[in-house]
């Protein structure tokens, strides 16, 4: 079966939320599971539900996203969190430009509902990062969030190196430097189910911003 896309779904230790969003996925896009060293049975659990399960044996969201792209075939390839913070119901929001041939590369701009879906320290640092950004490129973004959708072979192309949490913010320069057009839309993000390992925790947004910040400073 040919699927009209792709959903990467990068994934470490995720099994208590993984059932719902998988069960989200719309008709015709299939979820690609890269699970990234996961040990409450993530792996185990998305094949139950079908999903086809990539394992990243490198650690970091970067190296985790990167497998997925290099296993999908669809020619969109959508980008997502795994730990029910958003609602793949709402995939033709991200994907649909794309497949119209509106956009290259379109971001979701995190629309909260809740106070407690993306902490205020969370909230400033990506302000502040996107800043630095629209100062030294001039590029107009307002989130760098984590669902996100592009066309697989310029994806490809752009050629990123970043395996860590700047693996976001490299893709963005890259795709601006490289002209395609980049847009953004809005999304429902909501609380997410179990642990947070990088924006609830003011340790993981410490060392998502370093990770940023090197990739910035990469393309000054």
């Not at 106070?115 to 320290?121: C, E, I």
């Not at 953004?184 to 609830?200: A, C, H, I």
């Amino acid at each position: 079966m040919r699927f009209r896309t792709d959903v990467v779904l990068p994934c470490l230790d995720e099994a208590e939320a993984l059932p719902g969003v998988l069960a989200a996925l719309p008709q015709g896009a299939r979820a690609i599971v890269v699970d990234n060293g996961s040990t409450d049975g993530s792996a185990e659990v998305a094949r139950a539900a079908g999903a086809l399960v990539v394992e990243a044996h490198q650690r970091g969201y970067g190296a985790a996203v990167h497998a997925g792209l290099c296993a999908a075939t669809a020619s969109v390839v959508a980008f997502c969190d795994a730990d029910g913070s958003f609602d793949l119901g709402q995939l033709d929001r991200v994907a649909g430009p794309v497949h119209r041939g509106e956009s290259d590369l379109v971001f979701g701009r995190r629309r909260v509902t809740s106070a407690a879906s993306w902490p205020v320290h969370a909230r400033f640092a990506n302000a502040a990062l996107l800043g630095m950004v629209r100062r030294r490129t001039g590029l107009a973004l307002h989130d760098l969030g984590p669902f996100r959708a592009g066309r697989r072979e310029q994806l490809l192309a752009l050629g990123l190196e970043d395996r860590r949490s700047g693996y976001p913010l490299e893709l963005l320069l890259r795709a601006g430097k490289e002209g395609l057009r980049i847009d953004e839309v809005d999304v429902d993000y909501r609380p997410r189910l179990g642990r947070s390992k990088v924006t609830g925790t003011v340790r993981g947004t410490v060392t998502a911003v370093v990770d940023m910040r090197s990739a910035l400073r990469r393309f000054a």
